[in-house]
C-alpha cells in the first residue's frame, strides 16, 4: 500500500512539474503587432481572397450587407419568402424593431413616449420605396440614432424583419 501511495505521489509531483510558469509566458504577439518574421514588418497574414469567417457559410453576394460587390442595394431576397419567413419577422420585429419603431411600424414606440426622437415612419415614401437590401443594410451597421443589430439579430432573420417590414407596407413579399 505504501508502494501505491508512493507512485501516486511521484505522478502527482511529475504531472505537477509540467505546469511550471515558462509554459504559460511564453512569447507570442499581439494581433496587428510588428514583427521581424515577415518582409512586410506585420504579425499578421492577410486573408485569402474569398475566406469565409468561422461560423459563416458560403452565402449569395450581398447577403450579410444587403449590398452586391458592386455598391447596389439588393432588391431581391436571397432567398425564397415563405408565410413562415414573415412569420419569424413578425417575430424578430416584435422583439428588436416595436420599442422604437411600434407594432405597426409608423415610428410611434414607447421610446418615444420617453423623449426619444422618432425614427422614420416604413410608409414614408422614401421607404416605401426602399429596396430590400436597405432594410439589412440599416440593421447590419445602423444609421443615424440606430445602432448596429448585427450582433443581436442573425442574418436571416435580419432578411425576415426586412420581409415583414415590406408586408407591413403593402407589398408582398411572398414568392
Known sequence: MTTMRLLILCLCLLVASGCLPNMQDQSRLEPFEASEFFADDA?????????IPAGRAAAPAGFYTGRTAGGELLEAFPFPVTEDILQQGQTQFGVFCTPCHGLSGEGNGIIVEH???????FYSERLQQAPAGHFVEVMTFGVGQMYSYADR?????????????QALQGRNPVD
Open 43 to 51: 504579425s499578421a497574414r492577410p486573408l485569402p481572397v474569398g475566406a
Open 115 to 121: 423623449g426619444f426622437s422618432p425614427p422614420p415612419s
Open 153 to 165: 439579430v442573425p442574418t436571416e432573420d435580419r432578411w425576415a424583419i426586412a420581409a415583414y417590414i
